[in-house]
Every structure is written in structure tokens, then in C-alpha cells.
């Protein structure tokens, strides 16, 4: 992008809404571009949902904690002449993550050699970069599972290829992008409708084959019934591409994020909170908690749903106030961070815990919100990799259980899962973490809404259902305000720390492209 987009907005200035990922990405493409560009962050550090929590000697990271795709990461630096490893150290994670499943039978022939120290009363496996391990994983819960296993993957492969080609690092987020001859040719190829189960029920039959393909929906904010079968893909990203893991933590990207800008001319303005935005004649007016600004462009980073209630006037909205009520959320989450004194087991950097039958775990998401009765959950250790976040002989742990958007939040409830989750680990896991943790906090519905601001509580976006895909997600232009733009895990193309270093990319694309039709219109008048 930069290549044609150098100088284009020179001498233009641009106000980028919250400092989260995808409105640190806009920003550095904005200034690469010449523009004057200023980023308002209403906490007192950059990151948005992508966070720090430093207390007693531990560093959490507070939202995403897997770095998946790394090829995202490296384009995105190499359009700036850069290479990640110049802002932060990767290490590819070996093994990449540990599957339980509670209260089952170790099944035989599933372990490997990681294995051998695990002492945990339920059934397991450990997933690595070895191809030919997962093969035989899959082979020892169903018969012909390591040949399906393959067909299933070159499946997800192609479907990466075609969909991130066209679809993701092309920006479709409007009907009439989908009329590319491209796109028309690409399109027939690809698995696209259905659900994510059905398409998985084709290749295996054993339920927990099903949830090692699909646990990945999570981080997309779907269940196996509701998302489209063309997220096979994210199998391609877990057993293709690997899992890797920044030194210091996911906010070593945010920082880097964060430097390269500083190298391109980027402002920040921590701790100002945007609280009304103005279209006038000269460009924008933002009222914020430190004074007026005016911009000739916005970018928010901000949901487009908070924008529309909170900031704009409502002859300046693109939707009626109930549209935003009517959309599927991403799960939120009860999140616990956790300083531990001791070891942690059979934990590994990354592990995820499942029940026997998640589907009641789901329909409590999406179907008939309420608080799980028998949750799947997710723990982050990143201290078994990386010594610097923890003190000496000590842990950092962070369990996240996906829950309903929009439930009732109260630090009774989050007591009663915190026990729940401690108690399974003791029972079902094998390691007890309850008279060893010596720090301790939470984030739930009402932190996602107050801080960042997220509709219903969300911690992810919009859930990328079939109806919210592609041209269905919010469009980077708003319709109402000339001049205002969006970015982040509301827009395409979606949820997911790579997708919102895209959607910053595909909002600066569109900034650049308006400016440069109101100078071809403003030569052809004068």
C-alpha cells in the first residue's frame, strides 16, 4: 500500500479513536501517507482490549494472548520496509497448546512423548508442530482419522489461500466489491455455506476430533452451529502455521505497534476521552476531556455502536439506535488472572479444557443466554515460556471462560466461577492451584463495557455468523458523516488480533481513495 499511497494525505490531519490494534495499524498506514495523525486514548495506556495488568512482580496480558499467522505480521511490517523482529521476540511454541477432556478416559495410543509427565485423571492430548503427531492423534480416536485429518487440512489450506487472498487482504466490506472478476472466479471454490459443524460432521465422527477442529470458533466470536464452514481455514492457522509467542507478552505487540508509529510521525494523546464528534464545514470537530480538536479526517477504533449512541447526533447516525441491539455479539468472558506460587502440572503455555458435550456451553452463548452450568475454559501460562512475566518459582495464570454478552455481572458471580474453575482444575486436571495464588483479578461483562465501551459487554466484536461476514459487517465509511471512518473488530475483516491489523490497513486504504476522488473532483471544478 504505501508504495502509491506515500505523500497522498500531506498536509492533511487525521484523528484516530482509541489506541487499540486496529487503530495503531490505521494510524501508522495514515501517517506513512503524509498525514498529520493523532491518536485519543481514553486510558492512561495504549492497547484497548489488548492490555496490561503489572501488579506483585506478575505481567498479564489482559486480552489476546495467542499469536496466530504470522504472515499477517510480516506483510504488515514489510509495507513499511520492516521486520517484526525488529520490535518484539518471537518463539514458536513447541508444543503449541493441551487439550483436556473432562471426565473421560485417556483414550491409548493418543499421547506422545510430551506426555510422559502428565498425571491428570482425565483424557488429554498434547498438540505440536509435528504433523505426523496430530496424524496419529487423530488416527487413535477414529479409524482413518490420520488420512482424513490430511484431506480435512488441504481442504482448510486452499481455503486460507483463496480467502485471505481475495477476500481478507482485499478489502470486500461493500456489495459491489464482490462483483470482481477475481472474486467471481475465487468464489466457487470455496466452502462457504453451512455451518462449521456440519461441514466437520463430513470428514469425522468422534465429538472430540470435532472440538479440536473447532475450538478455534471461539476466538471468532461463533459456535460450530452458527459460524460458516469457511472458518475450516482456522485449522490451517493451527496445525499449518503454529502458535508463537512474543517475549513479554502480546502488549510486546501493542509496543511495537506503538514504536513503529513514533518512527512514522504518529502522536499519541493517552488518558482523552473523544465524547462528541461534529461534522463542519472545514472537516471534523471533536469534543474530547482535554478540549475541542478539529481534524479533517476521523478514524475510530472506537464500535461503531458507541459512536452512533454516544458521540453523533441523531440526524448523524447511519442506524436507528435498536439496530445495534438486534446484532449477534462475540462471547464475553469471565476472565481471572492469577500470580501462582509453585508449579502448575500438567498446564502447559496454552490449555483448554473441555466438556464431554460443549454444545449446552454454546446454547447458553447464543441460544438461551445464561451462565454456563458446565463451561469449557481456556488457561494462559505464558510463564512456562517466558520467565520475565512471573517472579522466581512462580506462575502467571489466566483462565478465560466464554460467556453470554449482556449477562448480569456482580462480583458474587465471579467469586462462584473462580471457585468452580479452581475446584475442576484440583478434580479434574490434576493440579491445585487454591491455597497457592498470592495475587488475583478479574475482568467480566461490565469492565468490557465501561473501558472499551463494547456493546453488551462483548470481548470480541461482532460474531462472524453468516449474516455478519464480509459486506455485512459495518462498513469503514460511515454514510451520515463525511469524513468518519471505522476500524477494529466491528468492521471487515473481523474479529481477531490479525484481522484488526487489516481492518487498519483497509481503513487507511479508504481514507487515502476519498481523498484522492475530492482532489480529482475539486481539479476538475477549479
Known amino acids: 500500500m504505501t508504495g502509491n499511497a506515500a505523500g497522498s494525505l500531506a498536509g492533511r490531519s487525521v484523528d484516530v479513536i482509541g489506541g487499540g490494534i486496529g487503530g495503531l495499524s490505521a494510524a501508522a498506514f495514515l501517517a506513512?501517507?503524509?498525514?498529520?495523525?493523532?491518536?485519543?486514548?481514553?486510558?492512561?495506556?495504549?492497547?484497548?482490549?489488548?492490555?496490561?495488568?503489572?501488579?506483585?512482580?506478575?505481567?498479564?496480558?489482559?486480552?489476546?494472548?495467542?499469536?496466530l499467522m504470522p504472515d499477517v505480521f510480516e506483510r504488515f511490517f514489510d509495507q513499511f520496509d520492516?521486520?517484526?523482529e525488529e520490535y518484539y521476540t518471537?518463539?514458536?511454541?513447541?508444543?503449541?497448546?493441551?487439550?483436556?477432556?473432562?471426565?473421560?478416559?485417556?483414550?491409548?495410543?493418543?499421547?506422545t512423548p510430551y506426555d510422559?509427565?502428565?498425571?491428570?485423571?482425565?483424557?488429554?492430548?498434547?498438540?505440536?508442530?509435528?504433523?505426523?503427531?496430530i496424524k496419529r492423534i487423530f488416527a487413535a480416536y477414529e479409524a482413518g482419522g490420520g488420512e482424513a485429518f490430511e484431506e480435512y487440512l488441504a481442504e482448510a489450506e486452499h481455503t486460507y489461500d483463496?480467502?485471505?487472498e481475495h477476500f481478507v487482504y482485499e478489502d470486500r466490506s461493500r456489495f459491489r466489491d464482490l462483483l470482481d472478476r477475481d472474486v467471481v472466479r475465487a468464489g466457487p471454490g470455496l466452502t462457504m455455506l453451512g455451518s462449521m459443524q456440519g461441514h466437520v460432521e463430513t470428514y469425522f465422527d468422534n465429538p472430540k476430533l470435532q472440538q479440536l477442529l473447532q475450538y478455534t470458533l471461539v476466538f471468532l466470536g461463533g459456535s460450530p452451529h452458527n459460524t460458516p464452514a469457511l472458518y475450516n481455514?482456522?485449522?490451517?492457522?493451527?496445525y499449518n502455521m503454529g502458535v508463537y509467542y512474543p517475549e513479554g507478552g502480546m502488549y510486546s505487540l501493542v509496543?511495537?505497534?506503538?514504536?513503529?508509529?513514533?518512527?512514522?510521525?504518529?502522536?499519541?494523546?493517552?488518558?482523552?476521552e473523544v465524547t462528541d464528534i461534529q461534522e463542519t464545514i472545514t472537516g471534523l470537530a471533536l469534543q474530547t476531556s482535554a478540549g475541542r480538536r478539529r481534524a479533517d479526517r476521523v478514524v475510530s477504533n472506537a464500535p461503531p455502536a458507541h459512536v452512533e449512541r454516544e458521540l453523533l447526533s441523531p440526524g448523524k447516525r447511519d442506524h436507528d439506535l435498536d439496530h445495534w441491539d438486534d446484532q449477534t455479539y462475540a462471547p464475553s468472558a469471565l476472565l481471572w488472572y492469577f500470580g501462582v506460587e509453585g508449579d502448575v502440572g500438567p498446564l502447559e503455555h496454552h490449555s483448554l479444557v473441555f466438556p464431554d458435550d460443549w454444545d449446552p456451553h454454546f446454547a447458553s452463548i447464543f441460544e438461551e443466554p445464561g451462565w454456563p452450568d458446565d463451561p469449557a475454559y481456556y488457561l494462559s501460562v505464558p510463564s512456562i515460556t517466558d520467565d520475565g512475566v512471573a517472579p522466581e518459582d512462580h506462575h502467571a495464570v489466566v483462565v478465560l471462560i466464554p460467556i453470554a454478552p449482556g449477562l448480569e455481572d456482580s462480583d458474587a458471580r465471579r467469586q462462584e466461577y473462580r471457585d468452580w474453575v479452581l475446584d475442576d482444575l484440583a478434580t479434574n486436571i490434576g493440579v491445585d492451584l487454591r491455597d497457592r495464588i498470592v495475587t488475583a483479578a478479574s475482568m467480566c461483562v461490565d469492565d468490557f463495557t465501561e473501558r472499551l465501551h463494547y456493546p453488551e459487554g462483548t470481548a470480541l466484536g461482532l460474531a462472524h455468523t453468516l449474516f455478519q461476514t464480509g459486506p455485512m459487517r459495518p462498513s469503514h465509511r460511515a454514510k451520515q458523516v463525511d469524513g468518519l471512518y471505522y476500524v477494529g473488530g466491528f468492521t471487515s475483516p473481523g474479529i481477531g488480533v490479525p484481522m484488526t491489523i487489516i481492518s487498519g490497513e483497509h481503513a487507511a486504504e479508504a481514507v487515502i481513495e476519498d481523498e484522492r476522488e475530492r482532489g480529482i473532483k475539486a481539479r476538475f471544478l477549479g
Open 233 to 238: 481455514l482456522m485449522s490451517h492457522v493451527d
Open 82 to 84: 520492516r521486520v517484526p
Open 255 to 272: 509496543e511495537g505497534l506503538a514504536e513503529l508509529g513514533e518512527e512514522l510521525g504518529v502522536t499519541y494523546r493517552t488518558g482523552v
Open 116 to 133: 510422559e509427565d502428565v498425571d491428570a485423571p482425565c483424557d488429554w492430548v498434547t498438540v505440536t508442530p509435528d504433523r505426523n503427531q
Open 162 to 164: 483463496v480467502g485471505m
Open 32 to 67: 506513512d501517507a503524509g498525514a498529520d495523525v493523532t491518536v485519543l486514548e481514553k486510558q492512561p495506556r495504549l492497547g484497548g482490549a489488548a492490555n496490561l495488568l503489572e501488579t506483585d512482580g506478575f505481567r498479564f496480558d489482559t486480552g489476546p494472548s495467542w499469536y
Open 90 to 111: 518471537l518463539q514458536k511454541l513447541d508444543p503449541q497448546y493441551r487439550v483436556f477432556f473432562r471426565d473421560s478416559e485417556p483414550v491409548p495410543g493418543a499421547g
